[in-house]
T-cell receptor, first 113, second 114 residues
Framework: EAGVTQFPSHSVIEKGQTVTLRCDPISGHDNLYWYRRVMGKEIKFLLHFVKESKQDESGMPNNRFLAERTGGTYSTLKVQPAELEDSGVYFC???????????FGSGTRLTVV | AQSVTQPDIHITVSEGASLELRCNYSYGATPYLFWYVQSPGQGLQLLLKYFSGDTLVQGIKGFEAEFKRSQSSFNLRKPSVHWSDAAEYFCAVGPSYNTDKLIFGTGTRLQVFP
């Protein structure tokens, strides 16, 4: 089966610009998660979708971040406007049963300059 | 609050040597515990997981981990390291009864010398 796909793999944008990250989960996985790792720190949870509904968005840092999952398939994470502290690696993961485990994508490395 | 501590930021070992990566957790109940590995340019790959039962868990690539409730630890071990094991390793805890999210440690970067 295809894994979790994220694109772009890298993105360099200027402060104040908008960036949209995309995640395609494993087909049939109802649960989709976004995580972020800022350089040198731990990987932190951002939010969790169950199908198209936001189950938990307690980790979203502020209202510059908007996540969507229309139709319960792929998801996008938009950052608008981007700030320097948004730089990091954004991981997407999907799961059918989180107690069994999660499958992570390769991540999108975002650099805001 | 739930937390995971990986006290070793960077470890260097010689190829063929044994390896132990430390992980301590703080959790209110019986935890679900995971070890993930991230090789350069790759995503996070699940090495092994513990939910219940036998406290010694076998994973992929010859890794194992032992859950010790009394020490709140879940250390990762490998008897003989290969150069291809050079990567960053993450310990994680979760999900809990009210959330699916994983709590990660800060990671341990493993360097392997020939």
């Amino acid at each position: 089966e295809a894994g979790v796909t994220q694109f772009p793999s890298h993105s360099v944008i200027e402060k104040g610009q908008t960036v949209t990250l995309r995640c395609d989960p494993i087909s049939g996985h109802d649960n989709l998660y976004w995580y972020r790792r800022v350089m040198g720190k731990e990987i932190k949870f951002l939010l969790h979708f169950v199908k198209e509904s936001k189950q938990d968005e307690s980790g979203m840092p502020n209202n510059r971040f908007l996540a969507e999952r229309t139709g319960g398939t792929y998801s996008t994470l938009k950052v608008q406007p981007a700030e320097l502290e948004d730089s990091g690696v954004y991981f997407c993961a999907s799961s059918q049963d989180p107690r069994v485990g999660y499958t992570f994508g390769s991540g999108t490395r975002l650099t805001v300059v | 609050a739930q937390s995971v501590t990986q006290p070793d930021i960077h470890i260097t070992v010689s190829e063929g040597a044994s390896l132990e990566l430390r992980c301590n957790y703080s959790y209110g109940a019986t935890p679900y515990l995971f070890w993930y590995v991230q090789s350069p340019g790759q995503g996070l790959q699940l090495l092994l997981k513990y939910f219940s039962g036998d406290t010694l868990v076998q994973g992929i690539k010859g890794f194992e981990a032992e859950f010790k409730r009394s020490q709140s630890s879940f250390n990762l071990r490998k008897p003989s390291v290969h150069w291809s094991d050079a990567a960053e390793y993450f310990c994680a805890v979760g999900p809990s009864y009210n959330t699916d999210k994983l709590i990660f440690g800060t990671g341990t970067r493993l360097q392997v010398f020939p």
